[in-house]
């Protein structure tokens, strides 16, 4: 009888757990834009373009996360495989402020000396359907005001100055991805092949 009773105990202990995890198992579907972010990891700026070549050049020594400013560089450990060791930036979590210390101090070719401005780590991008300023839910702009570059990256749309778009001048830091006020992360970094190419983004 008491054996019967802890296993009914057991069963409904674990579908109350089962019961709380299913929020969090739903919100990626909700939010896409999160999901997406999460997974965004960066290659630190002035990377070489194809990944098998940095994979390739980069010794794994951890000199650019050490002398980052902003500690914003991480290394992949178990989710790494043959990328182990290998630095990359989670731009929901800690954005690069472009400041070119990886780049300056890189003793291999994985990482090279670029102006900021020529900087490639991608492009934002805006999911409109979730931004509050493009669905009406207030006014924002904390994208604009924290992009490094100014005006050339991210601005407002014209004839409406609270909507943000995404300008060819975007470098991919994702400092507008760590700085958005949103839970669900409505702009994130894509590679720019994958962008769209109008001149006004968004």
């Known amino acids: 009888m008491k054996r019967r009773r802890l296993l009914k105990d057991i069963v409904a202990g674990v579908a ?12 990626p579907l909700l939010a896409p834009g999160q999901a997406a972010a999460k997974r965004n990891y960066l290659r630190p700026p002035g990377a070489l373009e194809d990944d098998a070549a940095f994979v390739a050049a980069c010794i794994g020594c951890g000199l650019c996360g050490e002398v980052c400013p902003p500690r914003c560089i991480r290394f992949h450990r ?25 780049m300056e101090f890189c003793p291999t070719t994985a990482l090279g000396i670029v102006p900021r401005d020529q900087v490639d780590m991608g492009i934002a991008e805006i999911d409109r359907d979730a931004c509050y300023p493009w669905v009406d839910r207030g006014v924002c702009g904390a994208c604009v005001s ?47 092949r994958a962008a769209k190419t109008a001149p006004d983004r968004g």
């Open 146 to 192: 924290i992009c490094p570059l100014g005006k050339s990256a991210i601005g407002y749309k014209m004839w409406n100055q609270y909507q943000p778009i995404v300008r060819q001048g975007c470098v991919g830091c994702g400092l507008c991805v760590e700085i958005c006020p949103h839970p669900s992360k409505p702009i994130w970094i894509v590679q720019h």
């Open 16 to 27: 109350m757990v089962s019961a709380g995890a299913v929020p969090y198992a739903v919100s």
């Open 78 to 102: 178990r989710d790494g495989g043959a990328k182990v060791n290998t630095p990359f930036i989670d731009a929901a979590e800690k954005a690069c402020t472009l400041c070119g210390k990886c």
